[in-house]
């Protein structure tokens, strides 16, 4: 059964609420999967998972320091992470609040890493966006994302 961690930082829990429809939609199609916040992952264990799905809140256009600390971190693994999978949502404030930008600075460092990133071409075009609270359209964002990834982890 292939590996995926879905890790995330919250404060006020509505990353967390994402980073948890993310890992049950992923372990409906037959993943085996880990949801742990950021902070509890160490990266040596990385290299045991096919894919990731990171989530962070928008904090000022980027992604919150503690994810940014444990991408910094998971650098003792580069090079090693090559051809795994990559996906990133993230959970803002308000519309237009740089959201996209938050999804593709993540993705970006996977994207360092070697790691493979599968492109959605409805719903968030990068990865989820949640304003505020998850509501129905992050759901069906959430959908489409797991549809595409569990495909990509299984391909991989
Ligand atoms: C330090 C900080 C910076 C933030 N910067 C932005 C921002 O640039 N754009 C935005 O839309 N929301 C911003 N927000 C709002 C959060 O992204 C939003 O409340 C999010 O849903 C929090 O996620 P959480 O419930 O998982 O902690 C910021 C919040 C904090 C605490």
Redesign the pocket.
Known sequence: MKKVLVTF????????EMAGMVANGLTDKGLDVTLKPVEEVSVDSLSGYDGFVIGS?????TMAWPVKKFIDESVKYFKKLDGKAAAAFT????IG???DIVVLDILKCFLIHGCVVQGLTSAGHFGPV???KPDERVAKEVDVLVEKFASLVQKL
């Open positions: 930082y919250s404060r006020s829990g509505n990353t967390a809140p928008n904090y000022f256009g959970s803002e404030g308000m609040g740089g959201g949640s304003v505020g």
